[in-house]
């Protein structure tokens, strides 16, 4: 029997400031990610799991999501965008894209945040709410250390009781996943044109009242890939078929090479490294668990682990500087801005960042304490 068709919100206006520079020059959601756009794996996702109808709330730089996806064809989806003049919070931005949503007060609205990779069920989500009549559903993911998040503690038969903040000893391992089930008429509730968090006012003010409010617990593939370090984990995961994505522009396995990017033979790209449309990579280098944007350059011998390769960018491979030899350049956990060139002899590690269209002279940093 064919599932009614749903409507979602999806939150795409932050500025992503956990992982400049390269958000300088486009939203997190549209970042390249395993080839495409973040959201466009989202996108795909959505419309798998039955969703019809997507409202994107925009914000920064809102011209780019239109650009880039359109009336939502594409995935077989169609696409609205609502745009916030100035940040109104999770719940008044979830509240001003509701104008653009076609259903009545009690259809199911699913609430997406466009920073997080899940391979949760959500369709399951769904059923849950319909079968409980929540006002709210919420995914719920367990995780090793509940500390470093606010806790979300459920009872026995999965009704979420309270909204805790960061605590050295939390009650539970269950967090607050960032993907949402409304009834409509509880969106409509929440006061227009005003900041408003959904954590710490709707949540909290729905379970004081005694609203319905469910969790849905599942501890399906989830990731928050707000941080450089989460933001490579995540393409890479996609890319080695870790989590499925219908949108992945190539087969699964060790890398991803797209368009007339030229990989020269003897490289050795692994870990689910894409290296984007007119990269080149030469021949000796190794691109490990790497994202390599659009047009840039890998040289001969370079070493490229765990890093953020922006676009048109530079990571020199070996040459000769006053009649000697310089090795390669190396970088190990690091996000090299848009345009930026790393001489040879430089070694880039510890979450090191170059700001867009520096130029770092040879051996100009190092952490080992050879020549």
Known sequence: MPREPLEAIMLVGGKGTRLRPLTLSAPKPLLPTAGLPFLAHQLARAAECGITHVVLATSYRAEMFTDAFGDGAQFGLSIDYE????????????????????????????????????????????????????????HLVPVEDPSRYGCVPTDGTG???????????????????????????????????????????????????????????????????????????????????????????????????????????????????TIGDRAVVEAGAVVEGSVVFEGATIGAGAVVRNSIVGYGATVAGTTTVGGATVRAATTDGVVIGDGAYVCAGNELARGLRLWPGTRLEPTSVRFSTDA
């Open 83 to 138: 745009y916030e003049s100035h940040p109104l919070g999770t719940g008044g931005g979830i509240r001003n894209a509701a104008a653009r949503l076609h259903g009545g007060p009690d259809d199911p609205i699913v609430v997406l945040n466009g920073d997080i990779l899940t391979g949760h069920d959500l369709p399951a989500q769904v059923d849950l709410h319909r079968k409980t009549e929540a006002a709210v559903t919420l």
């Open 159 to 273: 009704r979420v009781t309270a909204f805790l903040e960061k605590m050295p000893n939390p009650v539970t391992n269950q967090i607050n996943a960032g993907c949402y089930v409304f009834r409509r008429s509880v969106i409509d509730s929440i006061p227009a044109g005003q900041v408003v968090s959904v954590e710490r006012e709707t949540f909290p003010g729905l379970i004081e009242a005694d609203a319905v409010v469910m969790g849905y617990a599942e501890a399906a593939y989830w990731l928050d890939v707000g941080t450089p370090e989460a933001f490579v984990q995540g393409s890479c995961d996609l890319v080695l078929g870790t989590l499925a994505s219908t949108a992945l522009p190539g087969p699964v396995g060790e890398s991803l090479v797209l368009g007339a990017a030229r990989v020269a033979p003897g490289a050795r790209l692994a870990g689910g490294t």
